[in-house]
């Protein structure tokens, strides 16, 4: 087999060594009522036939759809530099960096990446990466629970539909108060609903920006309310609308998590995505996840290291700040190779492109008679559409016809089912979007 | 090495983007943006490969040397698997899509995918089914636990304790405390599994979980496994299995015949996907028949007519764990491992993995102290306790190992064995390699009664020396500041 080294004479060899004379010796721990009822598995293949039967797959499922669709996940440009560098197997086939002296590769790019991700949030301090946008929002929640001492969450209706079903799913069994405060008319957070919320039991308020909706918020004065009654804000963002956008330093917010996603990575129908968290600094210590310093080797040459270890797991066990071990570490590469390709300039121009075209898009398809822009807030590179007709049946007579219009809110949001969610990245082009607009006009 | 900011030049770039091809005014607000644009380097696009080329080169990983990490599998990881990932059918695939009216249609291979690695991994752990949504080993156990909770809950059980060995991995007691659970901890007895004895003195009717590594972090099986699994079910408590050691047991024994009721696996181990530096891996979780129903949203299905499908209306289950279906690209590699090793392949996975190990400890155990010395299965465990003597930590053996060109064993872990040394050969590296790290080890003890200075000095081959990581700790420096 080509993935073992050994032949079956190195095997007599090895075995005699032992003063074995069958393999099977070597299983005589395991007693005989315990072996395996059944095994039923195929017969292993070939590379070759892996490759011809995986493609058959890979071309079962749609490649050549215009993607409007968004929702948290978006079709960005990724370099092919990219590419060329995260497939170094020095990278992708090596462990977690126990052990620094081997893995300064890994270690800078990680403290290269925590400092990327800091400068574009206006943060203090981020750790080496989480799961996903997601858990890293339950990891911010959980930190704030931790910090404040109490059991309260206030939680923006604006914030994606998905990751709130995450932080129910987590805190079912942990005795935990959810507040959910739907969005205001104009489509931002109701902040008269949410200032009453807000009170001594409050740990936190989590909020989005831009929302699910699309809308695009400062969210400062809530920040400053919820710091008045002594509870945290985290903010769930999008990494490339702060190529331009407000950003959570900016806003006073203590906690910032996101989807990274968008910094290079491929849709990859889920995953695997980038979790990333940043804090103030004095919060660094109730962080969850690996964390990447500078420090200096015995002759003063500058190095890095996981550091504060002793808030994790596998020092901490049961007292640690999170039970996460494994991170998305390649991920977390992708991305500060990505933020240093696109660099300074090129992000705020990728950002301006989004912003351009989703306006562009968004006054294009008003034109249509009977649809229009759901709320009148500004908006980044997505935003919910008002249909005459239901919505999910409009986008799948899109997808017929070759395009991905958007994401029916009907799904997720009561009484929103002539939504529809629509995002536009720096890859659509003018001849797709008027696209877009005619088949849309069309199938009305 | 100068960070990538550090070799920043106003105004280069690394990507040129296109002009903007549509008149719109602008859209956001002044008082809505940033205002001072984020810090980023500003670099070409040959600075930044070489920047990062470069880095790679002061890396160890399993293709450029062996990497005998305890319990963590690191065997060679076949690259058709990262061509599949890949393929554009596949990579370009938005989560979404299935969830569209007739989106269902254009995803049925990515669906096939997921369902057909589900159901070979049932078959390969006895189980009934498996979630392919949690995202990484600690994150399986998270999830496992969760079931766990919502089948107590739904049968009115008032359990709050996990029973954990003190031979655990860290993540265990730290997945079921923020689970919600108490955990206890029972010592491992001189044949280095749980004690029997010690166990039965903590089981109760409040005890919802015991949670196992089976064989364990010393490499070994418990005899007992199935005695501790009954007396469990006695009491309506449930059994965990933690999958970070299947390797040494592939068609040899499976999880679910012993009576495990929750298993989460690593595809970054068993399964030959890489493991990225940290990450991503993926830990699915399979159940027995009783704890289907609590399955996170969404499971795919097939219908009679061959198509594939997502499940969502599952009122009883315990919601979203990951946003879609887990780590797909990694999922994806996990299935392309297991049809090319098939079912001969699996078997002989297990047992050139415990060969390997059984090989080096007794190659090694002469020279070094080993803690349990009987029957390993695919690691075990020596301890640097002779070596110590003479002012030799495990420590100073680990980075030594690197001026060899090895990567060093799993080393202060397990905990229950002082200066431990957890070595895990796996089952694709070849007899010559083996030869080479236990000549490179036999030195080492040597070195370590003669000039044990020139251990406490290790690493001397390579650019770095060792690293202060305690003022890393005391003041850090955890970004560039400019």
């Not at chain 1, 500060?336 to 492109?353: D, F, H, M, N, Q």
């Not at chain 2, 090989?359 to 002469?366: N, P, R, V, W």
């Given at each position: 087999m080509p993935y073992i080294s050994n032949t079956d004479e190195d095997r007599v060899r090895m075995l005699a060594e032992l003063g074995l004379t069958s393999k099977e010796e070597l299983f005589d721990d395991i007693p005989a009522d315990l072996r395996p009822f059944s095994f039923n598995l195929p017969p292993g293949l070939s590379e070759l036939e892996v490759r011809r039967f995986t493609q058959t797959l890979a071309d079962k499922n749609a490649t050549d759809l215009i993607c409007f669709l968004g929702g948290g996940f978006y079709d960005h440009f990724v370099p092919a530099a990219l590419e060329t560098i995260i497939s170094r197997s020095e990278f992708y086939t090596a462990y977690t960096p126990y052990q620094p002296e081997i893995s300064q590769g890994t270690l800078q790019a990680m403290y290269e990446y925590q400092s990327a991700i800091c400068t574009l949030t206006e943060m203090e301090a981020a750790n080496a990466s989480l799961y996903d946008g997601g858990t890293a929002l339950y990891e911010a929640m959980m930190m704030a629970v931790r910090i404040t001492k109490r059991r309260k969450v206030v939680v923006d209706e604006g914030v994606s539909p998905i990751y709130r079903k995450m932080l129910h799913c987590y805190t079912s069994n942990l005795d935990l108060e959810f507040i959910e405060v739907p969005v205001a008319r104009d489509g931002r957070a109701d902040r008269q609903a949410i200032k009453t919320q807000l009170d001594k039991n409050t740990s936190c308020l989590i909020l989005q920006n831009p929302n699910f909706f699309g809308c695009v918020d400062d969210v400062t004065d809530l920040a400053k309310s919820a710091h008045k009654s002594g509870s945290l804000v985290i903010l769930s963002t999008y990494p490339i609308s702060l190529g331009i956008l407000k950003t959570p330093g900016e806003m006073q917010v203590d906690i910032a998590t996101g989807e990274g996603q968008s910094l290079g990575l491929g849709l990859s129908f889920g995953g695997p995505y980038l979790g990333f968290m940043t804090v103030r600094s004095k919060y660094i210590r109730q962080m969850p996840g690996r964390i990447v310093g500078e420090t200096i080797d015995k002759n003063g040459q500058r190095g890095f290291v996981l550091t504060l270890q002793t808030r994790e797991q596998h020092i901490?066990?049961?007292?640690?700040?999170?039970?996460?071990?494994?991170?998305e570490a390649l991920c977390a590469l992708s991305a500060i190779v990505y933020l240093s390709l696109i660099g300074k300039e090129g992000l705020k121009e990728v950002a301006e492109l989004c912003s351009a075209k989703a306006d562009y898009t968004l006054k294009r398809l008003s034109e249509i008679p009977g649809v229009k822009a759901r709320f009148p807030t500004p908006i980044f590179n997505e935003f919910t559409l008002e249909l005459p007709k239901d919505a999910g049946d409009i986008i799948g007579q899109l997808i017929e016809k070759g395009i991905m219009a958007g994401f029916p809110l009907g799904c997720y949001y009561k009484n929103m089912e002539k939504c529809m969610l629509i995002a536009v990245t720096e890859k659509r082009t003018k001849e797709e979007i008027d696209l877009l607009a005619e088949t849309l006009e069309a199938v009305l | 090495m100068k960070l990538i900011f550090e070799k920043s030049v106003a105004g280069r770039r690394g990507v040129r983007l296109p002009k903007c091809d549509v008149l719109a005014e602008l859209a956001v607000p002044e008082e809505l943006k940033r205002k001072q644009p984020p810090d980023l380097p500003e670099v070409s696009e040959l600075e930044t490969v070489r920047h990062w080329t470069e880095l790679s080169r002061h890396n160890f990983g399993v293709d450029t040397n062996f990497y005998p990490l305890g319990s963590c599998t690191m065997k060679y990881n076949p690259k058709i698997g990262e061509e599949v990932a890949k393929y554009q059918g596949f990579s370009s695939l938005h989560p979404l899509l299935p969830q569209l009216r007739q989106g269902g249609v254009l995803t049925q291979g990515a669906l096939q995918v997921i369902y057909e690695t589900e159901r070979l991994l049932s078959e390969i752990t006895g189980m009934a089914e498996f979630t392919m949504q949690p995202l990484a080993g600690a994150h399986g156990e998270l999830t496992g636990i969760m079931l766990i909770a919502a089948y107590h809950k739904s049968k009115g059980n008032r359990k709050t304790k996990v029973i954990i060995p003190d031979s655990a991995h860290g993540t265990n007691p730290a997945s079921a405390a923020i689970a919600g659970y108490e955990v206890v901890s029972v010592p491992s007895n001189n044949n280095g599994v749980m004690d029997f004895n010690e166990f039965e003195k903590v089981l109760n009717e409040e005890v919802a979980a015991v949670m196992l590594t089976c064989p364990n972090t010393l490499g070994l099986f418990n005899p007992d496994i199935k005695k501790i699994a009954d007396r469990t079910h006695q009491v309506g408590g449930l059994m965990y299995y933690d999958g970070a050691n299947l390797n040494a047991i592939l068609g040899k024994c499976r999880p679910g015949d012993i009576g495990f009721d929750v298993v989460h696996l690593n595809l970054h181990k068993t399964f030959g996907t890489p493991h990225g530096g940290g990450g991503p891996g993926a830990g699915p979780v399979g159940v027995k028949e009783h704890l289907k129903e609590f399955l996170p949203i969404s499971l795919v299905v097939k219908r009679p007519d061959g198509t594939y499908a997502l499940e969502y209306d599952r009122p009883k289950s315990i919601g979203y764990v990951a946003p879609f279906y887990g780590n797909f690209g990694v999922i994806l590699k996990c299935y392309v491992y297991i049809l090319l090793l098939g079912r001969e392949g699996l078997i002989r996975v297990a047992e050139n993995a415990v060969l390997n190990a059984n090989y080096m400890m007794e190659k090694l155990k002469s020279y070094y102290h080993l803690p349990y010395d009987r029957r390993c299965m695919h690691e075990f465990v020596l301890s640097a306790k002779r070596q110590k003597e003479k002012g030799v930590k495990a420590l100073d053996i680990a980075k030594r190992l690197l001026d060899f060109g090895f990567h060093p064993p799993t080393i202060y872990f397990p905990l229950i064995v002082e200066e431990a040394m957890m070595i895990e050969p796996t089952e694709t590296e070849s007899r010559e390699t083996l030869d080479k790290f236990i000549e490179a080890m036999i030195q080492i003890a040597g070195e370590a009664e003669q000039e044990p200075q020139r251990l406490k000095d290790a690493p001397h081959n390579l650019d770095i020396s060792r690293l202060d990581e305690v003022t890393a700790a005391r003041e850090p420096n955890l970004r560039w500041k400019g």
């Amino acid at each position: 087999m080509p993935y073992i080294s050994n032949t079956d004479e190195d095997r007599v060899r090895m075995l005699a060594e032992l003063g074995l004379t069958s393999k099977e010796e070597l299983f005589d721990d395991i007693p005989a009522d315990l072996r395996p009822f059944s095994f039923n598995l195929p017969p292993g293949l070939s590379e070759l036939e892996v490759r011809r039967f995986t493609q058959t797959l890979a071309d079962k499922n749609a490649t050549d759809l215009i993607c409007f669709l968004g929702g948290g996940f978006y079709d960005h440009f990724v370099p092919a530099a990219l590419e060329t560098i995260i497939s170094r197997s020095e990278f992708y086939t090596a462990y977690t960096p126990y052990q620094p002296e081997i893995s300064q590769g890994t270690l800078q790019a990680m403290y290269e990446y925590q400092s990327a991700i800091c400068t574009l949030t206006e943060m203090e301090a981020a750790n080496a990466s989480l799961y996903d946008g997601g858990t890293a929002l339950y990891e911010a929640m959980m930190m704030a629970v931790r910090i404040t001492k109490r059991r309260k969450v206030v939680v923006d209706e604006g914030v994606s539909p998905i990751y709130r079903k995450m932080l129910h799913c987590y805190t079912s069994n942990l005795d935990l108060e959810f507040i959910e405060v739907p969005v205001a008319r104009d489509g931002r957070a109701d902040r008269q609903a949410i200032k009453t919320q807000l009170d001594k039991n409050t740990s936190c308020l989590i909020l989005q920006n831009p929302n699910f909706f699309g809308c695009v918020d400062d969210v400062t004065d809530l920040a400053k309310s919820a710091h008045k009654s002594g509870s945290l804000v985290i903010l769930s963002t999008y990494p490339i609308s702060l190529g331009i956008l407000k950003t959570p330093g900016e806003m006073q917010v203590d906690i910032a998590t996101g989807e990274g996603q968008s910094l290079g990575l491929g849709l990859s129908f889920g995953g695997p995505y980038l979790g990333f968290m940043t804090v103030r600094s004095k919060y660094i210590r109730q962080m969850p996840g690996r964390i990447v310093g500078e420090t200096i080797d015995k002759n003063g040459q500058r190095g890095f290291v996981l550091t504060l270890q002793t808030r994790e797991q596998h020092i901490r066990r049961e007292k640690a700040t999170s039970n996460i071990c494994s991170n998305e570490a390649l991920c977390a590469l992708s991305a500060i190779v990505y933020l240093s390709l696109i660099g300074k300039e090129g992000l705020k121009e990728v950002a301006e492109l989004c912003s351009a075209k989703a306006d562009y898009t968004l006054k294009r398809l008003s034109e249509i008679p009977g649809v229009k822009a759901r709320f009148p807030t500004p908006i980044f590179n997505e935003f919910t559409l008002e249909l005459p007709k239901d919505a999910g049946d409009i986008i799948g007579q899109l997808i017929e016809k070759g395009i991905m219009a958007g994401f029916p809110l009907g799904c997720y949001y009561k009484n929103m089912e002539k939504c529809m969610l629509i995002a536009v990245t720096e890859k659509r082009t003018k001849e797709e979007i008027d696209l877009l607009a005619e088949t849309l006009e069309a199938v009305l | 090495m100068k960070l990538i900011f550090e070799k920043s030049v106003a105004g280069r770039r690394g990507v040129r983007l296109p002009k903007c091809d549509v008149l719109a005014e602008l859209a956001v607000p002044e008082e809505l943006k940033r205002k001072q644009p984020p810090d980023l380097p500003e670099v070409s696009e040959l600075e930044t490969v070489r920047h990062w080329t470069e880095l790679s080169r002061h890396n160890f990983g399993v293709d450029t040397n062996f990497y005998p990490l305890g319990s963590c599998t690191m065997k060679y990881n076949p690259k058709i698997g990262e061509e599949v990932a890949k393929y554009q059918g596949f990579s370009s695939l938005h989560p979404l899509l299935p969830q569209l009216r007739q989106g269902g249609v254009l995803t049925q291979g990515a669906l096939q995918v997921i369902y057909e690695t589900e159901r070979l991994l049932s078959e390969i752990t006895g189980m009934a089914e498996f979630t392919m949504q949690p995202l990484a080993g600690a994150h399986g156990e998270l999830t496992g636990i969760m079931l766990i909770a919502a089948y107590h809950k739904s049968k009115g059980n008032r359990k709050t304790k996990v029973i954990i060995p003190d031979s655990a991995h860290g993540t265990n007691p730290a997945s079921a405390a923020i689970a919600g659970y108490e955990v206890v901890s029972v010592p491992s007895n001189n044949n280095g599994v749980m004690d029997f004895n010690e166990f039965e003195k903590v089981l109760n009717e409040e005890v919802a979980a015991v949670m196992l590594t089976c064989p364990n972090t010393l490499g070994l099986f418990n005899p007992d496994i199935k005695k501790i699994a009954d007396r469990t079910h006695q009491v309506g408590g449930l059994m965990y299995y933690d999958g970070a050691n299947l390797n040494a047991i592939l068609g040899k024994c499976r999880p679910g015949d012993i009576g495990f009721d929750v298993v989460h696996l690593n595809l970054h181990k068993t399964f030959g996907t890489p493991h990225g530096g940290g990450g991503p891996g993926a830990g699915p979780v399979g159940v027995k028949e009783h704890l289907k129903e609590f399955l996170p949203i969404s499971l795919v299905v097939k219908r009679p007519d061959g198509t594939y499908a997502l499940e969502y209306d599952r009122p009883k289950s315990i919601g979203y764990v990951a946003p879609f279906y887990g780590n797909f690209g990694v999922i994806l590699k996990c299935y392309v491992y297991i049809l090319l090793l098939g079912r001969e392949g699996l078997i002989r996975v297990a047992e050139n993995a415990v060969l390997n190990a059984n090989y080096m400890m007794e190659k090694l155990k002469s020279y070094y102290h080993l803690p349990y010395d009987r029957r390993c299965m695919h690691e075990f465990v020596l301890s640097a306790k002779r070596q110590k003597e003479k002012g030799v930590k495990a420590l100073d053996i680990a980075k030594r190992l690197l001026d060899f060109g090895f990567h060093p064993p799993t080393i202060y872990f397990p905990l229950i064995v002082e200066e431990a040394m957890m070595i895990e050969p796996t089952e694709t590296e070849s007899r010559e390699t083996l030869d080479k790290f236990i000549e490179a080890m036999i030195q080492i003890a040597g070195e370590a009664e003669q000039e044990p200075q020139r251990l406490k000095d290790a690493p001397h081959n390579l650019d770095i020396s060792r690293l202060d990581e305690v003022t890393a700790a005391r003041e850090p420096n955890l970004r560039w500041k400019g």
